[in-house]
């Protein structure tokens, strides 16, 4: 370290950021571009995020000078002159983040928080995964995905100012400031006094992060005992799945409202194009089966998606709109073909199909068999 | 080591018991009370019934029928041409096969039976079968 030059950002600081950094990237990359069955991974890079958070909060509490939050919470006049500086192309010199920067550093971290947020409701809501899969309703959880996407939208918007920003405070500043954040050393302007910070607490920072995991530990804990809407649940009706069983997988009873049921039960001898009657009994025991257990009675995804039928065909699950909307990438040679056979073979490619979760992460797109295999 | 002498009347034994229980049993009770239940029937329907056969067995099996329904013309729609071979439904599941030397449990249950016939009939020919049909294809499944 050369004489004129300190130490301002300490290396969790720069590892925060620099782990924020990719675990944003790896939210976006698999929150925009990549098949369902990444969610899996787009779930854990949020619950990265979560830890991150928490942790930067409580090393600006405990951190070196410069990772203290009260170190950047500059007020509405140190901002505003900041900003006149930025226009004169001047701007004042600042050790550790300037007055704009802090800004959107406050600005960054409540809507990456927000956004977390919102992402454990969807997952909790839609998909009954996660702290939150007990609590949350599948409206919400659907509610809550549009704002998840409103707010990942802003921050796209945000990381590009922020680098901006960088790029002008570097270019007016005559110093690099993203090689700044990398080795933690500004240089010290000359004639100003060097900076006698305030060191780091680690040893406070850790136990304030155990007291929280303690607590968050324990409301997980408590949450967890929860009973989780779940129609994996449901004990398989056997005369259902020996009856119907035969000629197709015996589909789970959530996914058709109670109508559709009691229309396709009371016409078993024309059952899409075949003859499937069934002792009246039987036809009976089976109906009873799938109405007290249809779509209506279940918050999972798939019910709730599925509750809405297509008004030409309201008995074919394969019909509905949101069945069509999410497998319309995927063209009909390839649910002809060997091993799917049918766009009914739900199993083929969703390996919970028979749970009725139909969890994005359990889709598996089996290989292409060429005509001849079996 | 020589394996003692003394063992072999029971491995003997041993192996009578597999092979019996391994053998193609031709008798099988309870298809056979099937087949005769149908020929009463056969013979009620029509006085000069004379006994069921493999070959009108096989030519209802792959005639393409007119009067079923669109989606299946024909037993072989989803039995294939072959009945030793598995077959497909229409939603791709698996059928086992319907020759008796393919799939011996075949035709011994009177109330699936029952229920496919009705089922598939009426999906193929548009109609309930004739006794005498019925068991004209359950004897050509036997020949199988």
Same mark, same amino acid.
């Given at each position: ?11 969790? !600081? ?9 675990? !944003? ?21 949020? /619950? ?9 909060? !409580? ?6 000078? /410069? ?48 956004? !977390? ?61 993203? /090689? ?195 | ?29 309870? &298809? ?57 439904? &229409? ?52 020949? &199988?």
């Amino acid at each position: 370290m050369s004489e004129r030059e300190v130490r301002i950002w300490d290396r969790p !600081v720069r590892l925060f950021h620099w782990s924020l950094v990719v675990l !944003v990237a790896v939210g976006i990359a698999t929150g925009y571009y990549t098949s369902e069955w990444w969610m899996g991974l787009h779930a854990a890079a949020g /619950y990265g995020l979560v830890l991150l958070l928490v942790f930067r909060v !409580v090393w600006g509490f405990f951190g070196s000078e /410069y990772a203290r939050l009260a170190s950047f919470a500059h007020g509405p006049r140190a901002i505003v002159g900041h900003l006149r500086g930025l226009v004169l192309l001047r701007p004042p010199h600042y050790l550790g983040h300037n007055p704009a920067g802090a800004v959107m550093i406050f600005a960054l971290i409540a809507v990456v928080f927000a956004i !977390v947020v919102s992402g454990l409701l969807v997952l909790g809501g839609e998909e009954h995964q996660g702290p939150l899969a007990a609590l949350v309703g599948f409206n919400l959880g659907a509610a809550a995905k549009a704002v998840h996407g409103t707010l990942t939208a802003l921050l796209l918007a945000m990381i590009g100012i922020h680098v901006v920003g960088v790029a002008v405070e570097s270019l007016l500043g005559r110093e690099n400031l993203v /090689y700044a954040m990398i080795t933690g050393r500004k240089r010290l302007p000359p004639g100003a006094p060097r900076p006698g910070p305030r060191g780091a607490r680690p040893w406070a920072a850790a136990f304030a992060l155990g007291a929280f995991a303690l607590v968050a530990g324990g409301a997980l804990a408590g949450i967890s005992r929860l009973p989780v809407p779940d129609p994996g649940t449901l004990a398989v009706d056997e005369t259902y799945a020996a009856e119907c069983g035969d000629c197709h997988e015996p589909f789970h009873p959530s996914l058709l409202p109670v109508a559709s049921w009691a229309g396709i039960m009371a016409h078993l001898d024309n059952h899409f194009g075949e003859d499937a009657s069934l002792e009246s009994g039987t036809a009976r025991k089976i109906a009873a089966y799938l109405e007290a257990n249809a779509s209506e009675f279940w918050d999972s995804e798939a019910a709730s998606r599925f509750r809405v039928v297509s008004a030409d065909a309201p008995w074919r699950i394969t019909a509905t709109p949101y069945w069509v909307a999410k497998h319309g990438g995927i063209a009909a040679p390839r649910f002809a073909a060997p091993p799917v056979s049918s766009k009914a073979n739900c199993a083929a490619c969703h390996r919970d199909a028979a749970s009725g979760r139909f969890d994005d992460q359990n889709i598996v797109l089996p290989a292409v068999k060429s005509a001849g295999e079996s | 080591m020589r394996p003692s002498i003394r063992m072999l009347p029971l491995a003997v034994l041993a192996a009578c018991f597999i092979l019996a229980a391994a053998a193609p049993g031709r008798a099988e009770p309870a &298809r056979d009370a099937i087949l005769a239940d149908l020929a009463t029937q056969a013979k009620a329907a029509d006085a000069g019934f004379s006994g069921f056969s493999a070959e009108r067995g096989k030519a209802l099996f792959s005639t393409r029928h007119a009067g079923g329904k669109p989606e299946t013309p024909a037993c072989t729609t989803c039995h294939t041409n072959n009945p030793r071979n598995r077959g497909k439904t &229409r939603v791709g599941k698996v059928i086992e096969p319907m020759a008796i030397s393919a799939n011996p449990s075949r035709f011994t249950d009177a109330k699936k039976v029952k229920k496919w016939f009705r089922r598939n009939c009426r999906s193929v020919l548009g109609r309930v079968c004739t006794p005498r049909e019925k068991g004209d294809y359950i004897t050509f499944m036997m020949s &199988r």
